[in-house]
């Protein structure tokens, strides 16, 4: 699951500490080429999300469950680039006025042998 299954949740889990009901977007992809389809996939990715938590439907796996948070954490394991970084901070913006969080970051997977 990934950028590329947009109508998939990556993974899902509480931070109990907030209260906070947690998204995780996987995007294992390099940003070098097809930039714009790129941040297509990701904005596809990030509007399913919204609509997720917009219907409730995350009251599958959390029944009787109410939740005061919602935030969404895009793992990149490539560096994004400038546009994707203006894209996510102008989508900060607006699902800040939805009471969704968006955090991201770049994880680097470096296995030791």
Known sequence: M???DPNKIDGMG???NTNTLVFLISDP???VIQEYEHLKGLQSKINNYVGYIQ?????AVYRNREF????????FQYQYTENCERFLNAGRRQLKE???QLKYQVVNH???V
Do not use: C, M, P, Q
């Open 2 to 4: 990934s950028v590329k």
């Open 14 to 16: 509480i931070d109990e």
């Open 29 to 31: 992809y390099n940003w």
């Open 55 to 59: 219907n409730k439907g995350y009251r």
């Open 68 to 75: 005061d948070h919602f935030r969404i954490e895009i793992a």
């Open 98 to 100: 939805l009471n969704i």
């Open 110 to 112: 470096k296995t030791e």
